[in-house]
């Protein structure tokens, strides 16, 4: 067989960087000494690596696959005569010993190290983004307001998953808005109209990359809204440093991220550098000063307006019919009515209020970090550079055509993200590094 796979062909590439020696004792506690042996655990990893890497979806077609290629069968360790399992051992062996042992983590992991290893793996510069993919639920099974809508007689996996991550703030924990509809197939994907085409039910991939040769460093799933991908995010920085020892020194993002809270977390928790553009809405539109024109005293606690006059901190905290009661974290700056008054600016600082009144965020010393950087060249440099997980999210559903998913459940989602971004790495490696020359015969 060795002679009938082509030396150009992508498996001989990749099969020099899956090492699953590891497989079978990270696996022994869930295998019986006694009865019928079972299915090899590395043959089944193998053919799940070909189907995520040349795009297979059906995991019914990728055994017939298999049985008939013999790049495949080689790559499996199969020879001509090897037994390939039937489709539903994947099924049993994925809601079982896969994610009991967390292995698809361990396998995605070590190929991030093999990364590391090779030197693809800068760690100085990071990116992070989110890709929205359609879950496998259709739009015309729903309950209508939430979790109410469930019937009772609803007990299926995805939804006991989707009960089990209610607390969690990567999902049910996310935002307190309740969805429009709730799926009966999959409750845990959000209903969203965020792409292209009409509105369906859908979960978020989150890639952390490092941006020297945008090898993906972790991978996360979270329900489709932002809150959910700026949890995911933490999640994937804190467990990259502890799983992997990679703490970038800048982080790249757009404007998704640029929230008060993110970059507060970002610059004073974990000292890193926001590359991101600042999530502001104070820019006025009606010709009037916007909150930029007026000079922030951090030792007197002030503004001062470009009249010269200040604005200082108002304590008292007074509910208001349109906006609500004031927010815990921002901060009110009111200038003296005597002032604005006698002011020659006050037509374009506030024609229609007696005093002109600013707001200033507790996170607004590091939304100024943010603001300074992206002043400068390395900023727009890391703009451009942040293209490439752009990339990445047209490879994973063009050429690994993974544009729906078909698991169901956050535990499906993850199982997906975490093969799909395995398969990306490796045909990372098998592109940027060269292999030994292999004799004319093979």
Known sequence: MERHVPSEHLLRAVDRFVDLEGVRAHLASFYSPIGRPSTDPELMIRMLLVGYCLGIRSERRLCEEVHLNLAYRWFCRLGLDGDVPDHSTFSKNRHGRFRDSDLLRELFESVVRRCMAEGLVGGEGFAVDASIIRADASRHRTAVEGAAGLPPEAASRAVQEYLAVLDEEAFGAATPVTPKYLSLSDPASRWT?????????????????DLEHAVIVDVEPSTAVRQGELAACRTMIERTEERLGLHPERLTADTAYGSAEILEWLVHDQEIAPHIRVFDRSKREDGTFSREDFAYDPAADLYRCPGGHELKRYRRAFSSPRTGPPADDTHRYRASKTDCDACPLKSQCCPKAPARKVTRSIHE????????????DAYWTSMR????????????????????????????????????ATAQNLRKLAKLIPGPALPASA
């Open 365 to 376: 010393a590091a939304r100024d970090v943010a603001r300074e950087i992206a002043k400068t």
């Open 193 to 209: 109209a965020a792409q292209a085409g009409p509105a369906s039910f859908a979960y978020c991939t989150n890639y952390l990359i």
């Open 385 to 420: 550079q942040r293209k490439k997980v752009e990339m990445l999210f047209a490879h994973l559903k063009r050429i690994l055509k993974l544009d729906r998913l078909r698991l169901r459940g956050p535990c499906g989602a993850r199982d997906e993200f975490l093969l799909a």
